[in-house]
């Protein structure tokens, strides 16, 4: 399977300049050895933006006027509307039954169509409208362009702490990672890339140690407040990862939310729990991660009013 490289993550700059916040690094106050990368900062409050908008740019102008459709837990759903809205392309977003209010009524403000689904329909229903419209389907991380998209975070993350030693990542459908993990060793090759998962959700853990994808039934990884992390691996992701990521680690449900807390209290920064693991891990599992300069992926914020004030309760 052809993996994607580090000039594809380059051309995956260049188009999404513009349009995509370059989030900066910011020093942990507590630890003198880690640093934030907030994409809860993006305009829709997730990294999710950066693949949407290089997908949306590498389409040819038939293409464009089908329009897109996408299937999303929320913050891909809401990064392809925005992509699309400026782009001037319709949106549809399949969103599973159960996903946080707040981030369908923001798909919605964004201007795309909602259809709501049981979570086990969700792909299926893309897949549908795709046949049907002709409509292009952006997979949330099954997909090169989204792959390469994500990994610019790799790379302003080289650029701003060229020394770095460690990036903590936090692994869902394994797109982030698989790009993060071809940008950042390709220009820091000492550098690791860890990935982190809910441990009520670790079938990336799972996956990587069968060789091949598990999937995780609905019912057991529904359980995760991480709601951002409940999708299983694709081949093309299992592939990256296997190839490129360094290791992975597991995280409690209380230790992803006193790291949500702690992102709010310490470091100031509104963080979804899927946004929080990966300071999970660096607070909780530190003797299980290599030692150095780490940096930490805040992944998201867009979190829901009443889970973020019981956390801070």
Same mark, same amino acid.
């Given at each position: 399977m052809e993996l994607i490289s580090i000039d594809?993550?380059?051309?995956?700059?260049?188009?999404?300049?513009? &349009? #995509?916040?370059?989030?900066?690094?910011?020093?942990?106050?507590?630890?003198?050895?880690?640093?934030?990368?907030?994409?809860?900062?993006?305009?829709?409050?997730?990294?999710?933006?950066?693949?949407?908008?290089?997908? #949306?740019?590498?389409?040819?102008?038939? &293409?464009?006027?089908?329009?897109?459709?996408?299937?999303?837990?929320?913050?891909?759903?809401?990064?392809?509307?925005?992509?699309?809205?400026?782009?001037?392309?319709?949106?549809? +977003? +399949?969103?599973?039954?159960?996903?946080?209010?707040?981030? +369908?009524? @923001?798909?919605?403000?964004?201007?795309?169509? #909602?259809?709501l689904v049981p979570p086990a329909r969700r792909l299926a229903e893309a897949e549908r409208i795709a046949a049907d419209t002709g409509a292009a389907l952006v997979p949330p991380f099954d997909d090169r362009r989204v792959i390469a998209g994500q990994g610019t975070i790799g790379l302003e993350i080289v650029a701003d702490l060229p020394d770095v030693d460690v990036v903590l990542v936090p692994v869902g459908g394994g797109g982030l990672a698989s790009g993060v993990a071809t940008a950042v060793p390709a220009l820091r090759p000492s550098a690791l890339v860890i990935g982190v998962e809910p441990l009520l959700a670790a079938d990336a853990k799972e996956s990587l140690a069968a060789g091949e994808v598990v999937v995780w039934d609905v019912e057991r990884t529904y359980r995760t407040s991480a709601d951002g992390l409940r999708t299983h691996l694709s081949a093309l992701t /299992?592939?990256? /990862? @296997?190839? @490129?990521?360094?290791?992975? +680690?597991?995280?409690?449900?209380e230790e992803i939310l006193a790291a949500t807390g702690r992102l709010v209290r310490d470091a100031r920064l509104v963080a979804e729990p899927s946004g929080a693991v990966a300071l999970a891990a660096r607070l909780s599992h530190r003797d299980e991660l290599p030692a150095g300069r780490t940096v930490a992926v805040v992944t998201g914020g867009n979190v829901d009013p009443a889970r973020l004030a019981s956390v801070l309760a």
């Open positions: 594809d993550v380059r051309a995956a700059a260049d188009d999404i300049a513009g &349009t #995509v916040v370059r989030t900066p690094l910011l020093p942990a106050p507590w630890d003198g050895e880690l640093w934030l990368k907030p994409e809860s900062l993006q305009p829709v409050g997730s990294f999710k933006l950066r693949g949407a908008t290089h997908a #949306v740019a590498r389409l040819d102008p038939a &293409t464009r006027a089908r329009g897109v459709v996408t299937h999303s837990s929320g913050n891909h759903g809401q990064a392809l509307a925005y992509a699309a809205r400026a782009a001037g392309v319709p949106c549809t +977003v +399949v969103v599973p039954a159960g996903a946080p209010p707040v981030k +369908v009524d @923001r798909i919605r403000a964004l201007g795309a169509e #909602v259809r /299992l592939a990256h /990862l @296997r190839d @490129r990521l360094d290791g992975i +680690v597991t995280v409690t449900e």
